[in-house]
Each structure stands twice: as C-alpha cells, then as structure tokens.
C-alpha cells in the first residue's frame, strides 16, 4: 500500500478512526484526525502549540474551551447534504471538549501557530460557496476556514464532486515557494463516499515522476500531498466528499496546474 494513503480504522478508545501528524506524515505543517462519536460521548484534548479549526462533518455537538461554550451546533445528517458545515476555530494553548449530540463525525485539523487570532465559531452563512469547473469536472466547493475566515497557517475547504466526475481537475500543484506564482502548502485529502460501499482514485505526481502514485480510496481514507500533483475521479453512480487541510510557510493557495493538461480549462 502507498504511503501516501492512509486507511480508516475502527474507532478507538477515543473514537478516532484517522491520524495524521507531521512525524507520521514526513512533513512539517499539517495535522489531521477523524472522530466517530456516539450520543453522549466527549472528546477532550488540548491545541498545545497548534491552531485547530474542528469541522462538524455530520451531527450536533457542543463544544467548550475556556470561557467560550457553543451550544448544539451542526445541522447537516450526512456530509453529502447540500449545506455548509459548521466550526470552530481555537488558537494554540487552549484546552477544548467537544460533546456528542447524536452520531457525530468530527474533523480535527491543525497546524503550528503562535496564537494571533481568537477562538471564534464559524457559521455556515460564513463559509464561502462555490461552483467551479465545468461538463464533468464541474464539483461543489465549500471555503471553511479560507479567505472568509482568518488564521494563522491553516487552510480548510470541502469539496462534493458528483458521481462520474473529477476533481482537482486539471491537475494542478502547490509544492514550491515561489509567491505570486506559487506557493508551498502541504495536503491532506479526507475522503467519503456515497454510498459508502463505493471507491475513487487519486493520483499524486510530479513534474520528473520521481513520484507517480495512484491510489484506490474507499470511504474514511486520508490521501497525503507533501508535493505534486493530485487528481481525483470518482465513478458512475458514487458521490465523493473530500475534506482539504492545507497548511505551510505562507497562508496563501496559489497553484500551478499541469502544463500538459492546461489545455481542458478552454475546451468548451
């Protein structure tokens, strides 16, 4: 298996089915965690020297750090309903407790940070939505913690691409320090699919090939991008959702596509 992929377990002790951190992944930024909770139970844990944005994926939950409690937030059953999720963003140094309402999905995604910008809830009227692309590369986009929200490092953003459809499509990458024509973000892909019996591909690679992977990703998987390119399709009759964390020297999404592929953004 590659070691870009990771695959879901069955909950711990703890409920946490996915775990991505810097020493596992071979990199320096971006971490991740997935959580299957039931009703009634709590996750507690600390950001120590990280900012956090913990994304209610699917059910309701109460979630309290410090003096700041949020009360029974999360709407959405499934992360394929067609609304925005809700979340929290908390800075480094706080000790935080999310409590389950019902079944809850919890995303928890994470990066070094200093401490700049305060815990604050993050409404689903202020995630940014949009379309992007077009035929079968069309996919629905939802900004979490992106331009409409600050932080310090941490970029959040969810992505539905219909059934037969690609995504991250054409191919682009984001691997190399070289602002304003690119910038260096590390990636972490958290896939689901609907229904959950289903599968989707993604291909990592780069420019010289010294890394071409392509991978089978089934529901609750983590795809790694340290570097390349990374497309996404997923087959007839499968919905796939994908949570992006992004994270790296700059808080700043400028990519390059593959020149070879660039050609599809003006096909009509």
Excluded at 169 to 195: F, G, I, R, V, W
Excluded at 203 to 220: A, G
Excluded at 224 to 247: F, I, K, S
Aim: charged content about 25%; aromatic content about 10%.
């Amino acid at each position: 298996m590659s070691s870009l992929l990771s695959r879901s377990a069955a909950p711990d002790s703890r409920g946490r089915i996915q775990q991505i951190t810097p020493q596992s992944a071979g990199w320096h930024y971006v971490g991740f965690e997935a959580y299957q909770l039931g009703d009634g139970e709590e996750l507690r844990d600390q950001t120590a020297g990280r900012e956090c944005c913990l994304v209610i994926v699917a059910g309701r939950a109460t979630v309290s750090s410090g003096s700041d409690c949020w009360e029974n937030i999360g709407e959405r059953t499934s992360a394929f309903e067609d609304r925005s999720p809700y979340a929290v963003y908390l800075p480094p140094g706080q000790d935080f407790t999310v409590r389950a309402h019902d079944n809850l999905e919890l995303a928890v995604c994470w990066a070094p940070a200093e401490g700049r910008f305060p815990a604050r809830l993050i409404t689903p009227a202020q995630c940014q939505r949009e379309l992007r692309g077009s035929g079968s590369n069309q996919r629905k986009v939802c900004n979490i913690l992106f331009g409409n929200v600050e932080a310090e490092r941490l970029l959040v953003v969810e992505v539905i691409t219909p059934d037969g459809h690609w995504s991250s499509y054409p191919p682009h990458k984001h691997d190399t320090d070289a602002a304003p024509a690119e910038t260096s973000l590390e990636e972490t892909y958290y896939h689901k699919l609907s229904p959950p019996q289903g599968f989707a591909f993604q291909r990592v690679y780069t420019d010289d090939h010294s890394l071409d992977e392509t991978m089978t990703v089934q529901d609750n998987d983590v795809v790694m991008v340290p570097r390349g390119y990374h497309p996404v399709g997923t087959p007839y009759g499968y919905q796939l959702y994908y949570l992006n964390v992004m994270a790296g020297p700059e808080r700043r999404w400028i990519f390059r596509n593959d020149p070879s592929h660039e050609w599809i953004l003006e096909k009509k």
